[in-house]
């Protein structure tokens, strides 16, 4: 079963404009993290959270954790057009480090 | 996908036969991932490797999936036999000591069963 859902499932945006993602999740978390995948490609660790912190920055994006409404968001500012991929979450739970990944989002940023 | 290679990147297969992939670490890491990718979809975890050691199995379909971890670096995982179902993405994770919970990912092997 998968821990995240991302939504929107696809967001297409003007290059320059923010691009906002959402994540919601269903049990308790250690952290949650961000990936990118570009087309074909394997993952690209993003940023991790920690279920403690409720914001984090790294470069052009911010991540935000609500543990209570079990939600994150990922905003990716000023977006490129090398920002066109897919986005996952994922989460750690319990005592095991396994990575339980959401569906993605598909993000195009259009020059 | 820096440290992570695999192989082959594509392979096409007719159901029924067999097929293996290879996940090569440029050096050792304790901790290995398998992952199945399906179009559309996020990774899903088949086995967690703790060097020699299998950690978790449970979404491994033993009756025809396999894997085995060669002296706490290499890996391999095989499909026999493969179904039309099995067409996916087969990702190889690593753990880094110093960094645990973040996996880095190889490029992933593209399956197409026909």
């Known amino acids: 079963s998968q821990q995240g859902e991302e939504d929107p499932q696809a967001l297409s945006i003007q290059e320059g404009e923010n691009a906002t993602m959402n994540c919601s999740y269903k049990t308790s978390i250690n952290n949650l993290q961000w990936y990118r995948q570009n087309s074909g490609r394997g993952l690209v660790h993003l940023i991790l959270?920690?279920?403690?912190?409720r914001e984090k920055h790294s470069g052009r994006l911010r991540v935000t954790l609500d543990t209570s409404k079990k939600s994150s968001s990922l905003l990716i500012t000023a977006s490129r057009a090398a920002d066109t991929a897919s986005y996952f979450c994922?989460?750690?739970?319990?005592?095991?480090?396994?990575?339980?990944f959401g569906s993605g989002t598909q993000l195009t940023v259009l020059p | 996908e820096a440290g992570v290679a695999q192989s082959p990147r594509y392979k096409i297969i007719e159901k029924r036969q067999s097929v293996a992939f290879w996940c090569n670490p440029i050096?050792?890491?304790?901790?290995l991932y398998w992952y199945q990718q399906i179009l559309g979809q996020g990774p899903k975890l088949l086995i967690q490797f703790q060097n020699n050691g299998v950690v978790d199995d449970s979404q491994l379909p033993k009756d025809r999936f396999s894997a085995e971890r060669l002296k706490g670096v290499d890996s391999t995982l095989k499909i026999q036999p493969a179904k039309l179902e099995d067409s996916a993405v087969y990702l190889c994770a690593i753990e880094l000591a110093g960094a645990i919970d973040t996996q880095y990912f190889g490029p992933g092997t593209r399956l197409t069963v026909l």
């Open positions: 959270i920690r279920s403690n912190e």
């Open positions: 994922a989460a750690t739970s319990g005592s095991a480090r396994q990575l339980t």
């Open positions: 050096s050792g890491h304790a901790t």
